[in-house]
Nanobody, 121 residues
Framework: QLQAYGGGLVQAGGSLRLSCAASGRTFSGYSMGWFRRSPGKEREFVATISGSGLTTYYADSVKGRFTISRDNVKNTAYLQMNSLKLEDTAVYYC????????????????WGQGTLVTVSS
């Protein structure tokens, strides 16, 4: 089971940190991904991290602004979002898969419920 939280309202240029808490599995054995769905758009890849935390991969739209990380002791993954833009407004979802990092949503096995991030001008 995955629980995403930490969303909220933030001004453009601000920061937020999303968290995704996992339970019921050996968390370190799974790659973790963050995806988002903006109003009127399809769900898109944001970032992913390997089970060990050594490999990360980002969408071009967030590279240099977002940082994905994980704490396998706490069974929690994070998405630090800096320099937020209006176009980052979306519902953010975390997901896990039992394999290598991947940027394709249907490759993920389990999903959290999503947390809303709203960036205002």
């Amino acid at each position: 089971q995955l629980q995403a939280y930490g969303g909220g309202l933030v001004q453009a240029g601000g920061s937020l940190r999303l968290s995704c808490a996992a339970s019921g599995r050996t968390f370190s054995g799974y790659s973790m991904g963050w995806f988002r769905r903006s109003p009127g758009k399809e769900r898109e890849f944001v970032a992913t991290i390997s089970g060990s935390g050594l490999t990360t991969y980002y969408a071009d739209s967030v590279k240099g602004r977002f940082t994905i990380s994980r704490d396998n002791v706490k069974n929690t993954a994070y998405l630090q979002m800096n320099s937020l833009k209006l176009e980052d407004t979306a519902v953010y979802y975390c997901a896990v898969r039992s394999g290598r990092v991947n940027n394709v949503d249907y490759k993920y096995d389990y999903w959290g419920q999503g947390t809303l991030v709203t960036v205002s001008s």
